[in-house]
C-alpha cells in the first residue's frame, strides 16, 4: 500500500474499477463502487450526529458489507473505530466504550443490542462526496481491536495507521504481488485475521467472500463457498479445516495459499490438508492481536508429521526467548516469548497494563518495546521454534509441572480423537487432579484403557490425565474457533 492510506487504496479501487467485485455475501455481491457509495453515506450520517472528527466510534461489528462500509465511512471521517463483538455482555460492551471514549455505538444492521442504525440503502442527500482518506497521521488510531477476556475484562488494543499501513504493505507483497485475489473470510469482523481477510483483500482490488456467522460450522456450507467463487486464499483457525476435512467434499485445486492460525495444527489434520487443497502452498502463521502477524513457516511435506514450527520471522520482527528469571536464552532451551514487530499496537489503553505487557529489551541491547506474549516456545539446536503452550497453562500435578496443552496434543494424536480439553481441578487430598475431556469419533473406540496406554507411550507419568470425561458431541467454542476452556472446566470439574 503506498501513501494513499487504507481508506484511500479502497477509494482507489473503486474509481479505476468501480464495477469489479469486492464483496461476496450470501446471494449478493458488491462492486467497489458501491462499496465506496455506501462508505461516503455513513460518513455524511456520523456527520450529521455532530461529531467530531478524532472522536471515536463503537461498530457493531455483525459481518455484513455495509457494516464494512460503515466501518470506512468512519474512518474517513476520522474516527477511531472500537469493532465490539456481537456476543459481548452489556455490561462488559459499556465498560469498552466508556474505557475508549465512545460517545455513540452504531450498526448497520438493526438489532435490540445495535445502537444507532445507520441506514446506507438510500441517499437523503443525493450523491455523497468521493471517499478520501482522513489523514491523521502515523500515529493515529484507525481501529480499537480487544483481546479476548478470558483472564478478565477484555484490554482494548489500539492500531493505528502507521501500523495497519505496514501491515498491509507486508500482506500485498507476500500473498497479493501477481495481483488481485478472492480471499475467503472467516473470521468475526472484530478480530485482527481480517487486517488480511478484508482490509489488505480491498486495499489490493482482491474479492472477499464473507461466511456467514451463523453457518460458519456447516462443513458442506464453506466447502460451496470456496468452490462456487473459486477462492485463491483461505485463512483460518484450525476448526475450520478441521470442519472441511470431516466431509466428504473437495479437492479444491483453484486454492493457492491455505494460511493456518490462532491455534496449534494437529500434525494428522495437517497431512490431509494437502489432499484436499493440492494446489496450495499451505502456511503456519504465528501472530498475536498486539503484535498482528509474527512468524511465518512454509509447510512442505517433509515435517507433516511433528509439531508445526512457528517459522522465520517475518521482514523487520524482532524475537527472544526469556527464561524464568527474566535471562534472555541464546541456544536451546524453553522460555517465554518476546516479540516486536513493524505492525504493533503503541499498548493497551491502558497504561498499568501497558506497561507490565510491552517491556524493553531484558539485557538492554537495544531501545524496541517487545510484547511479553506469555507463550512458551522451545528453541531446538538447529534454531527451530515450537509452541509449548501458554504460561497460564501450567499446573502442578504431584509436585510435577505439567503443560496442559502439551497433554492435548498427546490426545489429539490419537487418530479417533478429533477434539480434548485438558485442565487441572483442585482436590482436597491429591491438591491437584489432571482431568481430560475428550470427544471420540465413534461411540465404541477408544475407551478410558486404551486413552490411558496412549498418553503413557507419549507421556510423563504425572501429565497421565487421572480422571477422563469421554464425550460424543463437539465441545463447546469460543466465538474465534478455539475450545471453550471456562465453560468446559466449569461443566465437567463438578466432582469426578
Known amino acids: 500500500m503506498d501513501d494513499a492510506g487504507l481508506v484511500g487504496a479502497i477509494a482507489g479501487q473503486a474509481k479505476e474499477r468501480p464495477a469489479a467485485p469486492a464483496l461476496c455475501w450470501r446471494d449478493e455481491e458488491i462492486g467497489y463502487g458501491e462499496l465506496v457509495l455506501r462508505a461516503g453515506r455513513a460518513r455524511a450520517a456520523l456527520t450529521a450526529l455532530g461529531l467530531e472528527p478524532g472522536t471515536p466510534v463503537a461498530v457493531h461489528a455483525e459481518k455484513t458489507p455495509d457494516t464494512i462500509a460503515l466501518v470506512l465511512g468512519a474512518l474517513s471521517a476520522g474516527h477511531p473505530v472500537l469493532l465490539t463483538s456481537t456476543t459481548l455482555p452489556s455490561d462488559t460492551e459499556a465498560h469498552l466504550l466508556d474505557k475508549a471514549g465512545c460517545r455513540v455505538k452504531v450498526s448497520a444492521v438493526p438489532s435490540p443490542s445495535a445502537g444507532h442504525v445507520v441506514d446506507l440503502s438510500t441517499s437523503d442527500g443525493g450523491t455523497p462526496a468521493p471517499l478520501t482518506e482522513h489523514d491523521g497521521g502515523q500515529d493515529a488510531v484507525l481501529f480499537m481491536l480487544t483481546s479476548s477476556g478470558s483472564t478478565g475484562v477484555p484490554k482494548i488494543i489500539p492500531l493505528t495507521a502507521g501500523g495497519v499501513g505496514r501491515f498491509v504493505g507486508w500482506a500485498s507483497a507476500a500473498f497479493f504481488g501477481d495481483g488481485p485475489k478472492t480471499v475467503l473470510n472467516y473470521a468475526p469482523l472484530n478480530f485482527d485475521l481480517c487486517l488480511l481477510d478484508i482490509w489488505t483483500t480491498l486495499a489490493t482490488g482482491g474479492k472477499v467472500v464473507l461466511v456467514d456467522a451463523r453457518r460458519a460450522t456447516r462443513a458442506g456450507y464453506l466447502h460451496e463457498l470456496i468452490e462456487r467463487h473459486r477462492v ?17 467434499a473437495g479437492p479444491h485445486p483453484a486454492v493457492r495459499y491455505v494460511i493456518s492460525t490462532g491455534d496449534v495444527l494437529p500434525p494428522r489434520c495437517l497431512r490431509r490438508l494437502r489432499g484436499l487443497f493440492p494446489g496450495a502452498q499451505l502456511y503456519n502463521l504465528y501472530g498475536c492481536t498486539e503484535t ?12 507433516a508429521d511433528g509439531p508445526v514450527p512457528l517459522g522465520r520471522p517475518i521482514d523487520g520482527v524482532s524475537a527472544l526467548l526469556v527464561d524464568r528469571d527474566g535471562v534472555v536464552l541464546e541456544g536451546e532451551g524453553v522460555g517465554e516469548l518476546l516479540v516486536n514487530t513493524p505492525f504493533q499496537a503503541p499498548g493497551y489503553l491502558d497504561a498499568a497494563l501497558t506497561e507490565r505487557a510491552f517491556v524493553p529489551h531484558p539485557a538492554g541491547r537495544d531501545r524496541l518495546r517487545y510484547f511479553a506474549s506469555g507463550d512458551l516456545v ?13 504460561n497460564d497453562f501450567q499446573v502442578k500435578v504431584r ?30 487430598i491429591a491438591g491437584t487432579v489432571l482431568h481430560a475431556v475428550v470427544r471420540r469419533r465413534t461411540t465404541d473406540a477408544p475407551d478410558s484403557l486404551a486413552i490411558r496406554r496412549h498418553c503413557a507411550t507419549r507421556l510423563p507419568a504425572a501429565a497421565v490425565p487421572a480422571v477422563l470425561h ?18 468446559i472446566a466449569s461443566t465437567y470439574s463438578k466432582g469426578h
Open 399 to 428: 509436585g510435577s509441572r505439567v503443560n496442559t496443552q502439551e497433554v492435548e496434543r498427546a490426545l489429539l494424536a490419537h487418530p479417533d480423537i478429533p477434539e480434548a480439553v485438558v485442565f487441572g481441578a483442585p482436590d482436597t
Open 232 to 248: 485463491h486464499l483461505v485463512q483460518a483457525v484450525p476448526m475450520c479445516y478441521q470442519l472441511l476435512l470431516e466431509s466428504t
Open 292 to 303: 498482528n502477524d509474527s512468524f511465518l513457516h512454509p509447510i512442505d511435506d517433509a515435517g
Open 378 to 390: 522451545r528453541r531446538d539446536a538447529d534454531g527451530a521454534l515450537t509452541l509449548l503452550g501458554r
Open 470 to 487: 469421554l464425550v460424543d458431541a463437539a465441545l463447546p467454542r469460543t466465538s474465534t474457533g478455539k475450545p471453550d476452556r471456562k465453560q
